[in-house]
């Protein structure tokens, strides 16, 4: 475990990134490993280049990148486009990790072929520009189908994340549009959604606005039900898509959230590392940051209780600020998958019986999508089907028409 130390040097580094002393900051973290070298060249923040507002472009039919870059930790701590953590630290960070192994590289990320249309576009407003890929079922003639918002970890891609959570198979067979938005290297070297940066915590600002406007622009051009559009995520993008639960809840009728954590509880890298740890960050004895904000879309959450990587803990962090869904009297069922993994969920229903809030504790699961498949990265093909259970949450809830 991380010493008394090396957490006193993190929240001197805390300190001293929100005082704007990047540099201090990072001499501080590299004092807590002496055989680190110096300061890496940080990454740009956005790409540059003129934007225009809500436009939608296709690209083409194939992915613009095959495969993830080599894999450290889906929940993109290590960079950020304030500092770099020197590779010794990185390095010590990661014998936290857990969960089943992981090649270091997914060789072959590419879902099984749908009968649908899986295809690459590009959406850009005044923010900024991301590039995506879209599935529409073959079943799809134009009706108000419902679109749910797919948000890869770090390293990650939408081929990849496509492939890992099978989620256009499920697509294809429930009859839903799903949109995989993807974080370039320019704005996360390891291709993480920011969701550590201040900028990238607010409405009308940041990532969360691009995000935003793209299931917009995708449901004026394909005529979807605007009530339901669904967020989920992974890690990174897990914590993403809890953010705009917290930013968007006039946008999104459910969300997602696997290995993720709470909104607004860092805006610095050593805040991030903190909360990734369990027990350091301004919810483990610190100011609590992220207390005041609460969302009242409806929620389920998937967490492993072996994952080192991102602390279970932060799964009830993440479910305290859903807290305004908690009923008395939740329901609470034991489980277990054939061959697999065991678990816990707890429900919180609403007047009429609906599910409001889940919360799935994975038995023996790492850090890495319940129920995936190894086609992509990250997957724990043992544990339940967080995917599938993830649509059948969803598909209980859409916005009321007061919402839209």
């Known amino acids: 475990m991380i010493d008394a130390t090396m957490t006193k040097r993190m929240e001197e580094a805390t300190r001293l990134t929100r005082a704007g002393k990047l540099q201090e900051a990072m001499a501080v973290l590299q004092g807590a490993i002496p055989e680190s070298?110096?300061?890496?060249?940080?990454?740009?923040?956005?790409?540059?280049?003129n934007t225009f507002d809500g436009t939608c472009e296709v690209i083409d039919e194939e992915s613009t990148e095959s495969n993830p870059e080599p894999a450290k930790s889906p929940a993109g701590a290590f960079t950020s486009g304030d500092i770099k953590v020197p590779a010794a630290w990185r390095d010590k960070w990661m014998k936290f990790r857990g969960g089943i192994v992981q090649p270091e590289q997914a060789p072959s990320a590419s879902e099984e072929p749908q009968p649908g249309t899986f295809?690459?576009?590009?959406f850009t407003n005044h923010v900024g520009t991301r590039d995506y890929k879209l599935y529409i079922p073959s079943g799809y003639t134009g009706q108000a189908l419902?679109?749910?918002v797919m948000l890869h970890g770090c390293t990650q891609n939408p081929d990849d994340f496509a492939a890992g959570t099978q989620m256009n198979r499920l697509a294809e067979e429930q009859?839903?549009?799903v949109l995989y938005p993807a974080q370039p290297a320019t704005a996360n070297t390891s291709k993480c959604w920011n969701w550590f940066k201040t900028e990238?915590?607010?409405?009308?600002?940041?990532?969360?606005?691009?995000?935003?406007?793209m299931p917009r622009q995708i449901i004026a051009t394909h005529g979807l039900d605007k009530s339901r559009v669904y967020v989920a995520g992974l890690s990174a993008g897990a914590a993403m898509a809890t953010t705009l639960a917290m930013t968007y809840p006039d946008l999104f009728a459910a969300v997602g959230v696997h290995s993720g954590l709470p909104h607004g509880v860092a805006q610095s890298l050593p805040d991030a590392l903190g909360v990734m740890q369990g027990g350091t960050g301004p919810l483990?004895?610190?100011k609590s940051k992220g207390a005041s904000w609460a969302s009242e879309v409806p929620a389920i959450i998937f967490h492993g209780d072996r994952d080192t990587t991102v602390h279970p803990r932060n799964a009830d962090r993440v479910a305290a600020q859903y807290s305004k869904l908690r009923q008395a009297g939740a329901s609470v069922e034991q489980g277990k998958v054939v061959n697999g993994h065991g678990y816990t969920r707890t429900t919180h229903h609403n007047?009429?019986?609906?599910?409001q809030l889940e919360q799935w504790r994975i038995h023996g699961a790492g850090h890495a999508w319940s129920g995936g498949s190894t086609k992509g990265s990250y997957t724990d093909p043992i544990g339940p089907d967080a995917s599938k259970e993830m649509l059948r949450f969803f598909f209980i809830h859409r916005l009321a028409s007061s919402q839209l």
Do not use: M, W
């Not at 070298?37 to 280049?49: F, H, I, L, N």
């Not at 990238?200 to 406007?213: F, K, T, V």
């Not at 007047?351 to 599910?355: L, R, V």
């Open 146 to 148: 419902p679109l749910v």
């Open 119 to 122: 295809t690459a576009g590009r």
């Open 200 to 213: 990238d915590q607010q409405r009308e600002g940041g990532e969360p606005e691009i995000i935003a406007g």
């Open 284 to 286: 483990g004895g610190g």
């Open 175 to 177: 009859l839903c549009c």
């Open 351 to 355: 007047a009429k019986g609906n599910p």
């Open 37 to 49: 070298s110096g300061v890496e060249t940080p990454d740009t923040a956005y790409s540059e280049g």
